[in-house]
């Protein structure tokens, strides 16, 4: 079973850097592809990157590419989401999401993922 828990969210200022974790406590998280998402108070939940099993993979929405990089360790069943030159358009809750097919299709659709955390809450003030 998948048991994802997020932490590194927090308060920070417009330019500063957030790293984000996603722990998974099972046993077979190098055999899910991993997703992060996030949500803003009021509006629909929005892909935010993509990591294949292997890691050799990503995939970023656009407003994120340059400032974000997802990464995984399999040994520690940990994926990363290192948020740089943050800015408010970036206060959201992030969630982790599992997904057990690996290939990289639809990957910005949350309903094909099988397992979420339960998010961390980042909030950049201008």
């Known amino acids: 079973q998948v048991q994802l828990v997020e932490s590194g969210g927090g308060l920070v200022q417009a330019g500063d850097s957030l790293r984000l974790s996603c722990a998974d406590s099972?046993?077979?998280?190098?055999?899910?592809?991993m997703g992060w998402f996030r949500q803003a108070p009021g509006k629909e939940r929005d892909f935010v990157a993509a990591?294949?099993?292997?890691?050799?993979?990503?995939y970023y929405t656009d407003s994120v590419k340059g400032r974000f990089t997802i990464s995984r360790d399999n040994a520690k069943n940990t994926v990363y989401l290192q948020m740089n030159n943050l800015g408010p358009e970036d206060t959201a809750v992030y969630s982790c999401a599992a997904r057990s097919s690996g290939n990289m299709v639809l990957i910005t659709n949350p309903n094909l993922y099988n397992y979420w955390g339960q998010g961390t809450q980042v909030t950049v003030s201008s």
């Open positions: 990591i294949s099993r292997s890691g050799g993979n990503m």
């Open positions: 099972g046993r077979t998280f190098s055999g899910y592809l």
